[in-house]
C-alpha cells in the first residue's frame, strides 16, 4: 500500500525547500528508527539532508560495524554518503544512563551548523523518544544553542557596536536565522498503535504555525524497514516490531524550538 504526498500543513512546504536539513542523533539506528517520515519528506521536495551521529553505538563493542551500516541505512534513504558524520571527539559514550554535557553537545551541534551550512536542524525532544539519557541530552544542547542563536542575532541587530557585539561572543553567531525542530515523544499507547496514529493525530489539535506533520510514504511493509535491515547487527525481534508496530515508522510530529 503506498501514499503519496503527505504533508498535513502543506502551506509550510514552500519555504522550506532547498534548505540544508540536518538531523543530530544518538546512535547508528535512530535515523530509521524514529525520523523516516521526516527525512523522507525533506528528501522527496529536493533539499540537501545531512546526518551527524555524536556516538557510533559503541555501547557493546561493534562501533566500527555500526558506522558503516548508518551509512548504508542513509545511502538506503537517499541520503548521500559523504553527508554522513560521526562526532570524532569521543565526548558522547554510548550508554542509557550516561548524560551528556549541554555545553559539550551544544558546541558540537553549532559546529556541524556551520559545516554543512545548515538551515534546519532536527533531534528529539526533551523526553527522547524512549526516555534514553543519550536522546535527551541532544535535546538539551540543541535547546541551548538555539537559546543561544537568539540571543546573539538579537543582540547583533540591535546594536551596531563592537563592544556589544563582542559580549555575546562574536564566534557563536553564525549570522543566519537556523530553524530547530523536536520529533514529538507521544504516550506509550499512542507509541504503538503504529498506523492508527496518522488519523488521530490528525484530529488532535496542534498548534500549526509551530508544528509539522510528515506521514511515511510507504505503509507496507512500513518505509524504515528498508534502511533498518542495513543494521544487522542491531536488528533483532524487538526492532522488528518496533519498526510494524510503531508510529514512528508511519507518522512524525515535528515541535518548533523557540
Ligand atoms: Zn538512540
Given at each position: ?5 503527505n504533508h498535513i500543513d502543506d502551506d509550510n512546504n514552500?519555504t522550506l525547500?532547498?534548505?540544508?536539513i ?15 517520515p521526516t527525512?523522507?519528506h525533506y528528501?522527496?521536495i ?74 534546519i536542524?532536527i ?56 530553524k530547530a525542530y523536536k520529533l514529538e ?16 493525530t490528525?484530529?488532535?489539535?496542534y498548534d500549526e504555525n509551530s508544528t509539522q506533520t510528515f506521514i ?35 507518522i512524525n510530529t515535528l515541535i518548533e524550538i523557540?
Amino acid at each position: 500500500m503506498k501514499k503519496q504526498s503527505n504533508h498535513i500543513d502543506d502551506d509550510n512546504n514552500s519555504t522550506l525547500i532547498k534548505r540544508n536539513i540536518l538531523f543530530v542523533i544518538a546512535h547508528p539506528d535512530d535515523e530509521c528508527m524514529f525520523f523516516t517520515p521526516t527525512i523522507q519528506h525533506y528528501t522527496n521536495i529536493g533539499n540537501e539532508i545531512f546526518v551527524v551521529c555524536l556516538s557510533n553505538g559503541n555501547a557493546v563493542g561493534l562501533g566500527k560495524i555500526r558506522e558503516k551500516e548508518l551509512v548504508d541505512s542513509c545511502i538506503d534513504m537517499g541520503i548521500k554518503k559523504e553527508n554522513v558524520y560521526f562526532d570524532q571527539t569521543n565526548n558522547f559514550e554510548d550508554g542509557m544512563k550516561i548524560i551528556w554535557d549541554t555545553d559539550l553537545v551544544e558546541k558540537t551541534i553549532h559546529s556541524f551548523v556551520k559545516q554543512t551550512s545548515a538551515d534546519i536542524v532536527i533531534s528529539f525532544d526533551e523526553c527522547g523518544i524512549s526516555g534514553h539519557s543519550n536522546h535527551i541530552s541532544i535535546s538539551n544542547g540543541l535547546k541551548q544553542f538555539i537559546k543561544n542563536q537568539s540571543m546573539a542575532t538579537t543582540t547583533s541587530s540591535s546594536s551596531s557596536s563592537s563592544s556589544l557585539s563582542n559580549r555575546t561572543n562574536n564566534s557563536s553567531n553564525l549570522n543566519k536565522e537556523i530553524k530547530a525542530y523536536k520529533l514529538e515523544t507521544v504516550n506509550i499507547i499512542r507509541k504503538y498503535i503504529g498506523i492508527a496514529d496518522i488519523p488521530l493525530t490528525k484530529l488532535l489539535s496542534y498548534d500549526e504555525n509551530s508544528t509539522q506533520t510528515f506521514i511515511a510514504t510507504q505503509l507496507f511493509p512500513p518505509s524504515s524497514y528498508s534502511p533498518m535491515t542495513k543494521h544487522k547487527s542491531q536488528f533483532v525481534w524487538f526492532r522488528y516490531l518496533f519498526v510494524f508496530l510503531s508510529r514512528y515508522s508511519f507518522i512524525n510530529t515535528l515541535i518548533e524550538i523557540k
